[in-house]
């Protein structure tokens, strides 16, 4: 028997497991986020999130996509990642460190009368990787930890993101494909974005591509660097420092806890 808890940040959803009070040895991880993450024969989510103890901070989250990939960082799944082990450690600091294969990060808990009301996530610096012209459309390639392509649109809803999603995110120019963001701008302080996520298809919120939008948008001189993002599932604040830190703040919610044969 396996158990689970049902999470999402702003509909972006997983399922999150904790190895410490689950037995992992010898499954088949990628298999496991296959099943769990099916929407129609499985518990339903984007990705599936894995608590793991950590030698070089307080744990370690493990992200696999609904496909089986395995994803260097989730801005969403963090957010989740924290509020779950705040709440279930019953922790006193309100800085947690986080490994991930993208380094490790920092989320910090917002409480409201002691509950978590949202999260703040130090999401480290960007790198912009340039410019790749594709499907007519110019897009900034910013990595976060994991790769994202942005590019600009005059409205979101004339997009056909299913169509254009999937080209661009497996196109030649990225080695190991990438997440792919159209971005409205509303006007300086505000960008609206619409995610095609790599190994998830079509989500309601990606906290990296958000950062990297706001990227893409700053430097392109379309916005100062505090944004409010607006994403189908709803809104994060994003802030790019002058001392090259992105920080993303967001809810996380929980909606079950469950459990399922293997």
Known sequence: MLNFVKMHGLGNDFVLIDSRKNKLDGLDLKQLALRLCDRHFGVG???????????????????????????????????????YVYETD?????????ETLA????????????????????MGEPKNEGQ???????FQKISMGNPHAAAFVDNLNELALAELGPAVETDRHFKNRTNVEFVQVLNERELAISVWERGVGETLACGTGA????VAAHLAGKTGRRVLAHLPGGNLEIEWTEENRLLMRGPAETVFAGECQL
């Not at 950062?211 to 706001?214: H, I």
């Open 90 to 98: 019953q922790l006193k600091e309100e800085v947690i460190s986080v």
């Open 132 to 138: 790749v012209k594709l499907a007519g459309y110019t």
């Open 211 to 214: 950062c990297a939008a706001v």
């Open 45 to 83: 989510a984007d990705g599936l999130l894995i608590v793991w103890p950590s030698p070089k901070a307080h744990y370690r989250m493990q992200v696999i996509n609904a496909d089986g990939s395995e994803a260097e960082m989730c801005g969403n799944g963090i957010r989740c990642f924290a509020k």
């Open 103 to 122: 380094g490790t990060i920092l989320p910090a808990v917002i409480l409201e009368n002691g509950k978590v009301l949202a999260i703040e996530v130090d």
